[in-house]
């Protein structure tokens, strides 16, 4: 009797994708269409280390902790299913401190970390925002850099790298850094590609100490200590990490002057990518890199879902409030909520701002004021989309797990705007998403980036009206502020 032998089928290949964010760390994989698997997600949480002061440090013991053991239990999941990439996003803007034997040298300096500010005039003396893209800012590396230096002057520095950056160096053996991660430090000069040579010598570093510049399409592979814990892996590409703005765009497909991106996760952002020459940077924005042919336009928050969540927790809320915020009229509770409990970013740029709430009264509830706070939110955002040079007929991307989760913010953010918001429920994330997206395209993958749409949220004029008039008030008011601070100093 002949025995006729099966053919064995190889399931089709997936790419994982690491997201390093300010709350922790995730996990997925991802078909070669871009879409979830399910089953194969993975999380562990990491929070930022805050103090008075306006320290905002990143854990890294605990970070690298969470990306391998959410990397095991991906390797665990994938039974016999072929890796394609590793690809990986991360919150934009981190400082790790390497010496002479590549070994870091904490603290590890967070986007949100203001010690720095300080340094932020000697930094303005540049007068570089127009090559880097970045304004003079506590969050960025010249100011941060200067910083670490006089606050640990006998602490060796050899090298300057991002967490996601030191995190593949351990794992490969290579000290890379993509043209997004380092659009993101202030120290990238967005016409040549190059570290920009005055914001180094603002810092006291030289094109030695910084990470070699590459793009996400360049890859690496594991060390041999690695590859045997992860041998599903070995020989497999790892990207460079992206920043988590960039692979929002692109995992929400929100590419070209006719989409923009809105995203309200831990912090929030309006975003608008570009092909083409460096773009003109509008008051109060900012331009990074998506890769070496896209720009990113735009300007973020220090808030989003952490504001609610920190409100949550003063509060001490044992249920959703969902319903009381949705039967509130806009801007009806009297309240003022200035975000900016870490400082401001877009459009003002003051790392000394703190939140403020104006107009309590004995009548105010905890839902009013974290009413007052969403509100805040999306005023501001909606401040930085008014600047952007899009046309009436853009559309607005939504995306971020603290807006999905959310049936009020949706609707107050649509408002703000005056613009209809295309909702995306994308499972992992729009940054994750982003990141496979990308990977795929590296390795010669034609995938679509078209939005993944779920519900279209329309604007209530009214609500519009009444919007415009408290996102001039909150400008009265942060202008009064900042004036009566600089007055005291």
């Known amino acids: ?16 994708a690491l997201d390093l964010g300010s709350s922790g760390v995730k996990g997925a994989a991802f078909d070669t269409q871009g879409r979830i698997l399910a089953g194969l997600e993975a999380q562990e949480n990491v929070s930022l280390v805050y103090a008075p002061g306006g320290v905002a440090e990143m854990p890294l013991t605990a970070y690298l902790a969470a990306a391998e053991t959410v990397l095991d239990r991906l390797h665990a999941r994938l039974g016999s299913r072929p890796v394609f990439a590793v ?23 967070s986007y949100a970390d203001t010690r720095a500010a300080p340094e932020v005039a000697a930094v303005a003396a540049l007068g570089a925002t127009d090559a880097t893209g970045a304004p003079p800012f506590s969050a960025y590396w010249p100011a941060q850099v200067r910083w670490w230096r006089g606050a640990h002057p006998h602490l060796d520095l050899a090298r300057v790298c991002s967490l996601p950056d030191f995190l593949l160096m351990r794992w490969t053996g290579e000290l890379l850094t993509s043209y997004s991660l380092a659009s993101w430090t202030g120290m990238l000069d967005r016409r040549t590609l190059d570290w920009h040579g005055p914001s ?74 570009l092909d083409g020459p460096p773009p003109p940077i509008p008051p109060g924005l900012w331009s990074y890199r998506i890769d070496r042919n896209t720009h990113l336009l735009g300007g973020a928050l220090t ?18 409030l969902d319903d009381d915020l949705l039967d509130m009229a806009p801007d009806a509770h009297g309240l003022t909520f200035l975000p900016g409990l870490g400082g401001t970013r877009s459009p003002d740029y003051d790392p000394h701002a703190r939140g403020t709430v104006h107009g309590l009264g004995y009548a105010s509830t905890p839902a009013h004021i974290v009413r007052a706070a969403m509100e805040g939110v999306a005023c501001r955002l909606a401040d930085v989309a008014w600047r952007l040079p899009v046309t009436d007929d853009v ?69 519009h009206d009444a919007y415009r008039a408290a996102c001039a008030r909150m400008a009265r008011l942060t202008r009064l502020l900042r004036e009566e601070r600089e007055a005291v100093w």
Do not use: C
Request: aromatic share 4%.
């Open 1 to 16: 009797m002949t025995h006729v032998a099966r053919p064995v089928h190889t399931p089709p290949p997936v790419v994982l």
């Open 87 to 109: 690809a990986m996003t991360s919150i934009g803007s981190s400082l790790v401190v390497l010496d002479s034997r590549s070994e870091p040298v904490p603290p590890v300096l």
């Open 200 to 273: 180094m010598n603002a810092a006291g570093l030289t094109a030695r100490q910084m990470p070699t510049l590459t793009d996400h399409d360049s890859s690496m592979t594991l060390r041999a200590m690695w590859a045997d814990r992860w041998p599903k892996l070995a020989g497999v590409p790892f990207h460079p990490g992206v920043a988590d703005g960039a692979t929002a765009n692109v995992g929400s497909g929100a590419i070209g002057p006719a989409r923009a991106a809105v995203t309200i996760g831990s912090t929030s952002a309006v975003r608008l990518a």
């Open 303 to 320: 808030e989003g879902g952490n504001l609610y969540a920190w409100l949550q927790n003063t509060f001490r809320l044992t249920r959703s």
């Open 395 to 463: 559309t607005f991307v939504a995306s971020g797990r603290a807006l999905l989760a959310s049936r009020a913010w949706p609707q107050i953010l649509a408002d703000a705007l005056g613009r209809p918001l295309l909702m995306e429920d994308i499972r992992a994330g729009a940054s994750a998403r982003g990141a496979a997206l990308l990977a795929l395209r590296a390795g010669g993958v034609d995938v679509s980036l078209e939005p993944v749409a779920q519900r279209l949220v329309e604007p209530v004029s009214a609500h």
